[in-house]
């Protein structure tokens, strides 16, 4: 075992256990909440890939929508690809150009498209994954996966199925400059949080992004799982 696994390993056994999490959209593998599954296991929480012809959601090929309950007070939403079949490696990364989401609030969460990088080079067809793995305020790592199917006729879920509950809110990280961190976000609204705020998050859980660190009380734990959720 590699040293910084062996170490988040350790740190996560001290933690209390911590909340999970549900995919509606895309539709995922399984119930992970169900026996034998456990959404500590990386990738997919031991959950295989389904039938691929009953079990697939057609997906935009610039970007879908995600609808995801949530149960903690906050997390970090990071999201990975893989393309083919029977994925059980994620390594295109979909959190560049400030796309972590910082979430806050037990409930409902929707994004009604979210943006896909232009150089994927993805086809009317593709089969792919995503696995999306969420770091709390324990730092735990907690993993699901969805299988989808890129496709030019796929649509995006209409605004009036796609908000956000009461108390739940949203930031892309962005770059932070000079101790100053600015983001994009959505407080219980719909769409793709085009409105531009500055925010000041506290510092219960350490975050990286593009243009430095911050550490809280539990950053380190916080770092560690991110970058193992990263596949760094």
């Not at 456990?38 to 039938?51: I, K, R």
């Not at 999201?79 to 079949?85: A, F, H, Q």
């Not at 101790?179 to 719909?190: D, F, I, L, P, Q």
């Amino acid at each position: 075992m590699q040293p910084l696994t062996l170490l988040l390993a350790l740190a996560i056994n001290l933690l209390p256990i911590s909340a999970h999490f549900q995919i509606n959209t895309p539709q995922w593998r399984d119930n992970s909440f169900n026996t034998p599954f456990s959404q500590y296991l990386y990738p997919c929480a031991g959950v295989p890939e389904g039938d691929p012809a009953t079990n697939r959601t057609l997906w935009p090929l610039t970007g879908g929508s995600l609808n995801i309950d949530f149960h903690h007070p906050f997390t970090y939403v990071f999201i990975n690809l893989g393309v083919g079949t029977n994925v059980t490696n994620f390594n295109i990364s979909l959190n560049a150009n400030a796309k972590i989401i910082n979430e806050t609030g037990n409930g409902t969460f929707c994004l009604e498209k979210f943006e896909l990088p232009a150089d994927l080079g993805l086809t009317d067809g593709m089969m792919a994954s995503l696995q999306i793995s969420t770091v709390g305020p324990t730092g735990a790592a907690l993993y699901n996966c969805a299988d989808i199917q890129f496709s030019s006729n796929a649509s995006l879920l209409p605004a009036s199925s796609c908000s956000n509950d009461t108390g739940v809110s949203w930031t892309y990280l962005n770059e932070e400059v000079n101790g100053s961190t600015t983001s994009t976000s959505s407080a219980n609204a719909t769409g793709t949080g085009a409105a531009s705020s500055e925010t000041s998050k506290s510092a219960a859980v350490g975050m990286y992004v593009h243009g430095g660190m911050n550490w809280g009380v539990t950053g380190l734990v916080g770092l560690l799982a991110g970058v193992v959720a990263l596949g760094l």
